[in-house]
């Protein structure tokens, strides 16, 4: 049963990132209207890029400030590790494990984790396009990490970085440029297609391949409270257009990764990929151990088995 306000039209704000040119962004620009279709106009969404900073982006739906946002996982890594085990090095190296991963077990603990944690339904889950490193000067090897100041976004991939003799450096993706042109940091791993669509390959134009933490996800996300007032037909709409929304993210993935590319190759700049012999070295359990301790580590503070959460995602992948 739902409440008189449940049968009038709804105006709903989603807060995103600032990401221009970025896959992140092409798929958030579909979801108005896949809600005015799937509802007939009785939902109507406006997106904000604004309205919310980054960091808060998740609190502001738990809270009830924004009813919905694309929200990333691995921003809340640190506070919940389960939202970022996909940065773990070796663990998932493509979208294929990725998605794979995700339909097994991990998006089902996840959206319980949106539910209790933060009050929040999920209604897809997609990524970010593959993830590069892109710095001033080359690094193709092991010891070119030693010293180098790269921006990360994930504790993750801060771990192995510090593991190499590198100096993890967080910011926002608004001062990235700026800094990589004042020789505040030498490099950032961000996606292949952001970092394109931004043109850091103007200032930073050694971009690499290192296959660590690869497949960064974002997930739309509704305030329960608000969820719970569109009518039961509508959610049934919904649900289903958002589903079709979440299998072209991850399913048109490498199509849009590639056209990325290739531009960049069309401006004179190769996307140079890490040797596996190199990549196995960079992710060696005596650099790689930091990144999966933390993990225990927090998970032990947060109430769950990490060893056993990491070796069940190794199970269903095979390794």
Known sequence: ?????????????????????SLYLKMMEEVPGRFERATGGKVKVTLNDSLVGGTQITASVRDGRVPMSGALHTYLAAEEPRLGVFNLPGLINNMAEYAYLCNAFWCGDVENLWAEKWNSVVLAEGAWCSQALF???PIRTLEDFK???LRVHNPQTASLMEALGAKPSPLPL?????????????????????????????????VQNWKIGPITGWVVIMNKDIWDEIPE???????????????????????????AVDEMKAEGIELWTAPQSEVDRVTAPEYSDAAYQSFYDRAKEVGFDGEAYVEKARRVLGK
């Open 233 to 259: 037909d509508q959610q049934t709409a919904i649900r289903a257009e958002m589903k079709s929304l979440e299998n072209e993210a991850l399913y048109n993935f490498y199509s849009v990764v590639n056209a």
């Open 174 to 206: 608004s001062e990235v440029a700026p800094a990589l042109q004042r020789g505040v940091i030498d490099g950032v791993f961000t996606s292949t297609c952001y970092g394109n669509g931004q043109e850091y390959w103007r200032v930073a134009p050694n």
């Open 1 to 21: 049963m739902v409440g008189a306000a449940a049968a009038q039209d709804m105006d709903l704000t989603m807060g995103i990132l600032s990401t221009p040119n």
């Open 135 to 137: 710095s001033t000067e």
């Open 147 to 149: 010293g180098k100041k």
